[in-house]
């Protein structure tokens, strides 16, 4: 009797253990499909990647071509060799050239956009006069209100310093 209940007691247990042994087959199947799937999603990330670093390079060279005829040609004029442009047309073409550079400094941020994702940007840190930020901003948003009819002032604290320490690249297009 003793020995026939050993038996079935084994027998539950055998029976206990290929049960588990299926549900750890299934857990593995699951598994695998499961890692076959992070898989492809990985490669299509990686392809996806690739297509997007391939249109930004392109873009980029269609961008740089036109902008920087636009920036000789806006400097030509700015530069008023002939001596026939009033000071407010000069004043045009600083703007437009300033606008041009800042477009190109644009273009250069949306290449560096696999450093943003990657957290690798690199920050340049230097001194900032707020009087040549006022300038600057006067200079390329002063007529744009002048058009639209809209006052145009900036006002700085009192009590702030003569200059500041930041990225002047990024605090501008910021600002912008």
């Known amino acids: 009797e003793e020995l026939r209940q050993s038996n079935e007691m084994l027998q539950m247990r055998g029976q206990e253990l290929e049960r588990q042994q299926a549900a750890v087959q299934i857990k593995n199947t699951e598994l695998e499909q499961a890692t076959a799937v992070v898989q492809a999603k990985a490669e299509e990330l990686e392809l996806a990647s690739k297509y997007k670093s391939e249109f ?3 873009m980029s060279h269609e961008l740089r071509t036109p902008l ?3 920036l000789i040609l806006a400097q030509l004029l700015a530069d008023n060799k ?5 000071a407010t047309q000069i004043k045009y073409a600083n703007t437009i050239h300033n606008a041009g550079s800042d477009l190109l400094s644009l273009i250069n941020d949306i290449l560096d956009l696999s450093k943003v994702e ?10 900032i006069l707020f009087a040549d930020l006022i300038d600057s901003l ?14 145009f002032t900036i006002q700085l604290a009192e009590d ?17």
């Not at 002939?82 to 009033?86: G, H, S, W, Y």
């Not at 990657?118 to 230097?126: D, F, L, M, Q």
Request: hydrophobic share 35%.
């Open 68 to 70: 920087n005829s636009l």
């Open 118 to 127: 990657a957290g690798k940007v690199e920050i340049h840190p230097e001194e």
């Open 160 to 176: 702030l310093p003569e200059s500041w320490y930041t990225d002047s690249q990024r605090l501008i297009q910021i600002i912008n």
């Open 82 to 86: 002939d001596n026939n442009l009033t």
């Open 138 to 151: 006067e200079q390329k948003f002063g007529h744009i209100a002048d058009e639209k009819g809209i006052d």
């Open 56 to 58: 930004l390079a392109n």
